[in-house]
């Protein structure tokens, strides 16, 4: 089995930059996709980021060019730097892992077995 564990959250003002990471335990690590949540207050928990065993990467439209997912094996560390932040990028970010066949299948809440606790992220107007 696998226990994540998220940090790095806070509070931020828009355009600033905070990075996340997820450690992962498990030393059948390096088999799984990864990828990042988030939910709002009162919404949906939504895709934000993932990234297969072999690093291809995938991201939702709405952080595209300032969002970047990255993963360090030797670690168990997954890692989403996040640039230029919004005010709606105020979230609970989660970290997930899941053993999948299809890369592109990490876009879907399905895809993943293991889930972490979550870190706020605020970003001020």
């Known amino acids: 089995q696998v226990q994540l564990v998220e940090s790095g959250g806070g509070l931020v003002q828009a355009g600033g930059s905070l990075r996340l990471s997820c450690a992962a335990s498990?030393?059948?690590?390096?088999?799984?996709?990864m990828g990042w949540f988030r939910q709002a207050p009162g919404k949906e928990r939504e895709f934000v980021a993932a990234?297969?065993?072999?690093?291809?990467?995938y991201y939702a439209d709405s952080v595209k060019g300032r969002f970047s997912i990255s993963r360090d094996n030797a670690k168990n560390t997954v890692y989403l730097q996040m640039d230029s932040l919004k005010p709606e990028d105020t979230a609970v970010y989660y970290c997930?892992?899941?053993?999948?066949?299809?890369?592109?299948?990490?876009?879907?809440?399905?895809?993943?077995?293991?889930w972490g606790q979550g870190t706020q992220v605020t970003v001020s107007s």
């Open positions: 997930a892992a899941g053993r999948v066949v299809i890369g592109i299948r990490l876009k879907e809440e399905r895809a993943y077995d293991y």
């Open positions: 498990g030393r059948t690590f390096s088999s799984y996709g």
């Open positions: 990234i297969t065993w072999n690093g291809i990467t």
